[in-house]
């Protein structure tokens, strides 16, 4: 029943946002700004989802190798290519498939998936922060609220890092903590190398999306401020960070668009908005394709084995 309440309010939050730029925003500016869109838009969606599903699908098949358990890569891309759909539909559905996908071919416990899973999204967190950081030291201009942001997420880094060295007892004796402590600072180096070309790649596709609906931002304003967007994108308080991403875009890159302020606004809001649009259609259909596979299968059933459940002691 909690569930099924969050899910609904994260509809309510998404059709809310949605529902004030739309009031705010002129539809017909909206589909002028479509209109003048650049013809390669479209499908630079769709090839920017391939990439940013190879480089994504890389670095969980290093980082699980290292943390978790040795799978072949082939394996991997098509179990994040089942998640992406499955993720489409309930965020938690998705990251409990891989859990219980890995616990199932490897026999590794359910709590170590748990835990490897959770250092991959805090090192998500980890480059974004770092790359938010270089923007700011080199376009010292941006809105205030991205360098409090960032402050703020450097005071929490701060206590983590006090804790993977100092490794307090209370801690490692939890199985929760165990990859993430253990992994130390090394380990943590080597998870964020390779997670690097998967955010190099979605800020490149961001700012090809902007450009080709006009909005030039520069590259070094956008370094700082994206970070931002997809810390922002991937709060659990919206569905796949629909209408909180429009919204933080929209703040932050409607200046560098061309045009009065409800056509800036249109040209951000539709670039959000095509660009979110075609990736997910590609993940829909790359998820359809990988969930025919023996893997795909596979992923199906633990999924349905991750929603029975209860939930790992931590």
């Not at 998967?198 to 902007?210: P, S, V």
Request: aromatic letters at 12%; proline letters at 4%; charged letters at 10%.
């Amino acid at each position: 029943m909690k569930k099924r309440l969050v899910r609904l309010l994260a509809w309510a939050v998404t059709a809310g946002i949605l529902f004030l730029l739309f009031r705010k925003i002129p539809f017909h500016d909206v589909v002028a700004a479509a209109r003048g869109a650049a013809g390669w838009t479209v499908p630079a969606a769709f090839f920017f989802g391939f990439v940013i599903y190879l480089a994504d699908s890389f670095a969980i098949w290093k980082t699980f190798g290292w943390f978790l358990a040795e799978l072949s890569l082939a394996d991997v891309l098509l179990v994040r290519g089942a998640t992406y759909l499955l993720a489409a539909i309930n965020y938690n559905v998705g990251q409990g498939a891989i859990v219980y996908f890995v616990h199932r071919v490897a026999r590794v416990p359910v709590i170590r998936g748990v835990a490897t899973v959770l250092l991959i999204m805090g090192i998500n967190v980890l480059a974004l922060l770092f790359l938010a950081t270089f923007g700011l030291a080199a376009a010292p201009d941006v809105p205030h609220a991205v360098k409090l942001i960032v402050a703020v997420a450097y005071a929490g880094l701060a206590v983590y890092v006090a804790a993977v060295i100092a490794k307090p007892r209370w801690l490692v004796s939890r199985p929760l903590f165990d990859v993430l402590l253990n992994a130390g600072l090394g380990g943590h180096a080597r998870a964020l190398l390779v997670r690097l070309p998967h955010i190099a790649i979605l800020f490149t596709f961001q700012i090809f999306m902007l450009r080709g609906f006009g909005v030039a931002v520069p590259i070094l304003q956008a370094a700082a401020a994206l970070p931002v967007v997809y810390l922002i994108a991937v709060l659990p308080i919206s569905v796949q960070g629909l209408g909180t991403t429009q919204a933080t875009m929209i703040y932050f890159f409607a200046r560098y668009a061309p045009g009065d302020s409800h056509a800036q606004q249109a040209a951000v809001l539709t670039a959000s908005l095509v660009g979110q649009a075609g990736t997910l259609a590609f993940q829909i259909v790359l998820g359809l394709a990988c969930l025919r596979s023996r893997v795909g299968r596979a992923v199906t059933e633990a999924a349905e084995e991750s929603q029975a459940a209860p939930a790992p002691s931590t």
